[in-house]
């Protein structure tokens, strides 16, 4: 397969180009140049050598040429650009200026869905972001060796309603809670500062509820936990986090259950299934 890959921050995207890559896939790379790390030109040159090109973030017709060009009728999308950016600092081509002006709505899934759309009419599908990373998905139930307590537990079955209700409306994917009580609700920051901010509000004791969308579309924005989110936790005072299982990207693996293995933070993974029943 020709592969595109069309990179944000993070290593995200390092872990998808080594995947596509192990597979056989012939990959091109689109870097956004405001998010991509610059490393990333480092791991493509390696080989099997993969095409990569550094485009800013509102050059969507260009985007689309290149990967025409190379051949590409499917493409990935990963790594984060920060919510603030696609409000801030894009500079719009044509392209993606007839994006925009069809929105009805500027948040960052109707953004990103158009997109699509528009790399649809191209003839490039965006397949799930997903695809090559199937055993760092999240799985179900404790993942750590401690589990949680009878109140952490409380905590976390208090706040998963509340977290769909606020993912569903495109809010944000994480809320913070402590003793039945919301402590704290994700909306563009991300998740490490809203742990940050839950522990200077309710000390510590803060349970952490991430979760996907309902209907999550795995093309882009799937929700992700790294060792830096144990750390968060860790610093913040915050003793249990749950995800959602088969739908959050474990980025640094095993590592994640080892950090919090040592921290004394429990992990848990919600049902998928649960979600659909309840």
Not at 249 to 269: K, Q, S, Y
């Amino acid at each position: 397969m020709r592969l595109g890959l069309i990179a944000g921050n993070g290593r995200f995207p390092f872990l998808v180009l080594d995947a596509a890559r192990a597979a056989g896939h012939d990959v091109t790379v689109i870097a956004i140049k405001e998010e991509a790390f610059p490393d990333l030109a480092d791991l493509a040159a390696r080989p099997p050598a993969a095409a990569l090109h550094w485009v800013s973030l509102g050059q969507l017709g260009k985007c689309i040429n290149l990967l025409k060009a190379s051949g590409v009728s499917q493409a990935v999308m990963a790594g984060q650009v920060k919510h603030t950016k696609l409000f801030a600092d894009i500079v719009p081509d044509l392209t993606l200026a007839g994006v925009l002006m069809r929105l009805k709505a500027r948040n960052t899934d109707a953004i990103i869905s158009g997109i699509a759309d528009v790399l649809g009419d191209h003839g490039i599908t965006l397949m799930d972001s997903t695809s090559f990373l199937a055993p760092l998905m999240a799985g179900e139930g404790v993942l750590t060796r401690r589990a949680p307590t009878g109140q952490e537990r409380a905590d976390l079955e208090f706040g998963y309603s509340i977290a769909d209700r606020i993912a569903g409306l495109d809010i944000g994917q994480t809320i913070a809670v402590k003793s039945g009580a919301v402590v704290a609700i994700e909306a563009m920051e991300g998740t490490d500062q809203i742990i940050a901010r839950a522990g200077q509000l309710a000390a510590r004791g803060v349970a952490i509820i991430k979760v996907a969308k309902p209907g999550q579309d795995m093309r882009f924005d799937v929700p992700v936990i790294g060792v830096s989110t144990i750390a968060a936790m860790k610093s913040a005072g915050a003793t249990a986090l749950s995800v959602d299982a088969g739908k959050t990207l474990m980025i640094d693996g095993r590592a994640i259950i080892n950090a919090a293995d040592e921290a004394g933070i429990t992990v848990v993974g919600r049902s998928v299934q649960r979600v659909k029943d309840s």
